[in-house]
Nanobody
């Protein structure tokens, strides 16, 4: 499965962005999808994940307050809505897919998008 992450950009603190993760492969429709981010010189951090049907989600610590993951099966897309962005949210954001149940472990995911840069200035 080849994933495409998009929707990043440069914004001011307090702004919102919606990231999209799309794929053309039919297998994406039945895959669990996760969002991760990686800031310079930091470990890749788990943000949120959603199951294949979109009715179950799980968030990393403190992410749920500002981030919302969702899925549009008809569009074959998974979204990450990010509100009230802060400078510490600056990172490359990645989406990833896996068969079976969702997971917060990046090692469980077998397909990764190329990442989209989010830069938040104060």
């Amino acid at each position: 499965v080849q994933l495409q992450a998009s929707g990043g950009g440069s914004v001011q603190a307090g702004a919102s962005l919606r990231l999209s993760c799309t794929a053309s492969a039919p297998a994406f429709r039945t895959a669990a999808v996760g969002w991760f981010r990686q800031a310079p010189e930091k470990e890749r951090e788990f943000l949120a994940t959603i199951n294949w049907s979109g009715d179950s989600t799980y968030y990393g610590d403190s992410m749920k307050a500002r981030f919302t993951i969702s899925r549009d099966i008809t569009m074959n897309a998974v979204y990450l809505q990010m509100n009230n962005l802060k400078p510490e949210d600056t990172a490359i954001y990645y989406c990833a897919a896996k068969d079976g149940p969702y997971s917060s472990s990046r090692y469980s995911y077998t397909a990764w998008g190329q990442g989209t840069q989010v830069t938040v200035s104060s």
